[in-house]
């Protein structure tokens, strides 16, 4: 087993090589959808989105399928869920155009609450998996995800695009004006190149939770909530502050959102669809699942007030980040065991 400086190393590199890939696919997927003739939201909610939202998808499929550790996966996908509806908003509306982040109708009664079902669909389907498909171990919580479960929440996703892409048949039927200077084979290029480095980075991350797991002698799944999450969660921060930045609020805001849905409703299903299905430990998905459902119930509070967040509502998101920090940092230190 690798030194811990050497897994540091690799936690560092990949989280390099996640945001540059990420930083190359999203600037691919944009001239993309400038291409197509994609509304802000929808390229937002999902060029943008899933493009940014990659890494996390790469690192639940390697750390399934090179490591048979779908905790981690799982860990990476609610930690960056968490960090991305408590850490990007706040920062997007700290450097934005006066110091606030503007929103609309669109994003909090169509995306904001959608974001919101996506959790509660995943919730059900653990659920379902604890009820009807008990470990043997009575005692437990665990479950076991059938890849027929991991099917409820993609079909979710699908409606999602459904009506995505209804907004952007609306859209289009008001264009006057058509984007003719990019060329597509050259940026689909581009993308498909960015994927490369970004399974790259994400295979380093893995590899370093994994190894600090066995270190320390904790669970794989609290090295996911931190060491996988905040590599992966990169592209996505780059993302919505560079168009917080360039004064574009409702494309910041709806890849937040985006990301969170394609994370929870594609990317771990995905990974139990690889892995044949896998056993859940109730016990731990709930309590993450609990805390990022009333971060999230707080930053859907806070983006209604005036349609839009303020400097003092993002300090309030940053506050509630620190708080799922100190729990993070108790259960590490064996204060809390509430994770394994």
Sequence with gaps: MASVPVLVGFAVAGAVLAWKGGDMLVQASDRLGAYYGLPAIVQGAIIAAVGSSFPELSSIVIATLRYQSFEIGIGAVVGSAVYNILIIPAVSALVGEGQR???????????????????AVLVLTFSLAVIYRPAADTASLDGFVSPALALIPLALYGLYLFMQY???LEHRAGLTAVVNDVDPRREWAALVGSLAVILVGAELLVRAAVGLGDAFGTSPF??????????????????????????NAPMSLANVFGSNVFALLVALPVGILIAGGTVVAFDEVVPMMSFLTGASIVFFAVLRTEMALTRGEAYVLLGAYALFVAWLVAESLGVTGILG
């Design 222 to 247: 609290l090295w996911g909530l931190t060491v996988v999450a905040a590599g992966t969660s990169l592209p996505d921060t780059f993302v919505s502050v560079a168009a917080a930045r360039q004064g």
């Design 166 to 168: 209804h907004d952007t």
């Design 101 to 119: 982040l503007a929103s609309n109708r669109d994003l909090v009664y169509k995306e904001a609450q959608f974001y919101l079902l996506s959790i």
